[in-house]
Nanobody, 113 residues
């Protein structure tokens, strides 16, 4: 059974940084593409960033230059480094194995002064 566990969220001031982690079990991570999504209150879940099996990355326009997605296949973990955080980045962040219905439980990110 594939399981994903996100961690690293929290409360941060505007301009601050957080690093989210997505640890996987039950899957060989290096064989999968991984995506990060977020869902703000009252809004639909939307794609933030993704990383392919080969390490190619894609980002939503609003986070380009501020967020970096990466992976450590040896640790079966993906990361989302978030710098220059803004209040509009406030959301629950989820990771997903691309092409599957496997999601983590989410981690709350709140950007506020």
């Amino acid at each position: 059974q594939v399981q994903l566990v996100e961690s690293g969220g929290g409360l941060v001031q505007p301009g601050g940084s957080l690093r989210l982690s997505c640890a996987a079990s039950g899957i060989i991570y290096r064989s999968a593409a991984v995506a990060w999504y977020r869902q703000a209150p009252g809004k639909q879940r939307g794609l933030v960033a993704s990383i392919s099996r080969g390490g190619n990355t894609n980002y939503q326009d609003s986070v380009k230059g501020r967020f970096t997605v990466s992976r450590d296949n040896a640790k079966n973990t993906a990361y989302l480094q978030m710098n220059g955080l803004k209040p509009e980045d406030t959301a629950v962040y989820y990771c997903n194995v691309v092409g599957t219905s496997v999601w983590g439980q989410g981690t709350q990110v709140t950007v506020s002064s």
